[in-house]
T-cell receptor, first 114, second 111 residues
Framework: NAGVTQTPKFQVLKTGQSMTLQCAQD?????MSWYRQDPGMGLRLIHY???????DQGEVPNGYNVSRSTTEDFPLRLLSAAPSQTSVYFC?????????????FGPGTRLLVL | DAKTTQPNSMESNEEEPVHLPCNHS???????IHWYRQLPSQGPEYVIH???SNVNNRMASLAIAEDRKSSTLILHRATLRDAAVYYC????????????FGKGMKLTVNP
């Protein structure tokens, strides 16, 4: 298994541009989530999904959209990038709809918004 | 906000045991304690989790106090690869189904 994969690894955007961060997992996990990590900070939850067709907001959802059309994929869309969205973004998945189980994290996408 | 408190940092020596403390004084009876760690420039990695009794796996041991208000992650023999930021996380049963990460604790392992 490839586990949780994220693309791209690094991206530079200009303010106002839009883009999609890709996340995929091949472990048939129902639960997937997106976090952002700012320098010196812990991770903050952006959006999560407990299964295909079901998404919900996390702690910091503003400026981001998600959809979950398949079990494998959970893309994160930045609608109009702002410098405040400069961060490292991590996608994670879990084998059940509760996070008590192990969460597997991807390698991250570093985003710089100018 | 994170419901756990940890020291900002700790140092240890290679090949010696390390005890990483965590306080979770407001924990309820059904909340689990999870530990994750994050190596430099990588995503977090699951370490261990527990509810009431002590837990062991190939990576570490988790000792949970009898009153459950604190716990200790034990690395039996620290290696340089164990240098990371360690997060102690209280997982709330039901509700929003999320891990709430605090700032964590930076472990430095000296050769």
């Amino acid at each position: 298994n490839a586990g949780v994969t994220q693309t791209p690894k690094f991206q530079v955007l200009k303010t106002g541009q839009s883009m999609t961060l890709q996340c995929a997992q091949d472990m048939n996990h129902e639960y997937m989530s997106w976090y952002r990590q700012d320098p010196g900070m812990g991770l903050r939850l952006i959006h999560y999904s407990v299964g295909a067709g079901i998404t919900d907001q996390g702690e910091v959802p503003n400026g981001y959209n998600v959809s979950r059309s398949t079990t494998e994929d959970f893309p994160l869309r930045l609608l109009s990038a702002a410098p405040s969205q400069t961060s490292v973004y991590f996608c994670a998945s879990s084998p059940s709809d509760r996070p008590r189980e192990t969460q597997y994290f991807g390698p991250g996408t570093r985003l710089l918004v100018l | 906000d994170a419901k756990t408190t940890q020291p900002n940092s700790m140092e240890s020596n290679e090949e010696e045991p390390v005890h990483l403390p965590c306080n979770h004084s407001t924990i309820s009876g059904t909340d689990y304690i999870h530990w994750y760690r994050q190596l430099p420039s990588q995503g977090p990695e699951y370490v261990i989790h527990g509810l009431t009794s002590n837990v062991n796996n190939r990576m570490a041991s988790l000792a949970i106090a009898e009153d459950r208000k604190s716990s200790t992650l034990i690395l039996h023999r620290a290696t340089l690869r164990d240098a990371a930021v360690y997060y102690c996380i209280e997982v709330v049963l039901g509700g929003s189904e999320k891990l709430v990460f605090g700032k964590g604790m930076k472990l430095t392992v000296n050769p």
